[in-house]
Structures are given as C-alpha cells and as structure tokens.
C-alpha cells in the first residue's frame, strides 16, 4: 500500500490506543488520573465499585495519557 491516499493524504504514525492489557504489561506505572474509567460492580455490596478499569487512550510509545486526539509531548516520539 502506498503512503499517498487519493493523492491528498499520507498515512502516519500510530499517536493512541485504548488501554489493555498489553499496554498494562508494557507500563504499569502509567498515570490514570484523566483517564475515563469503567467500573465494576462488587457481589457482596460492601464496595459499590471495585476496581476501576481505565478505558482511555495512551501513547503507544510511553504509555501517558493522550486523550482521544492522541495529543501530549511523548519524550520517545521527535517533535517535527
């Protein structure tokens, strides 16, 4: 596949992905505090939710939090 689409737009790099658990092993120290985050409801009704699973986007190169834009300042990625 060519770089070049309907000779008007080139594919780039990859910027987010959503968090898994391969991003999990990859950087488990990353942030979640702006992430959104999915609950799970506990059985035994002592703790409403429990954990908290984060559903946001990520850095694919450094794990932080990029939003849905898939915008931050990565320290692994050139800034051009």
């Known amino acids: 596949m060519s770089d070049e689409i309907l000779g008007k737009w080139t594919v780039g790099e990859l910027l987010a992905v959503r968090w898994d658990d391969e991003m999990a092993q990859r950087f488990p120290n990353a942030n979640h505090a702006l992430c959104r985050q999915e609950m799970e409801r506990r059985a035994d009704g002592m703790h409403p939710f429990d954990p908290p699973h984060c559903i ?3 850095c694919n ?4 939090t990029t939003g849905d834009q898939g915008h931050h300042y990565c320290p692994d990625r050139p800034r051009t």
């Open 56 to 58: 946001g986007w990520h």
């Open 61 to 64: 190169r450094c794990g932080a």
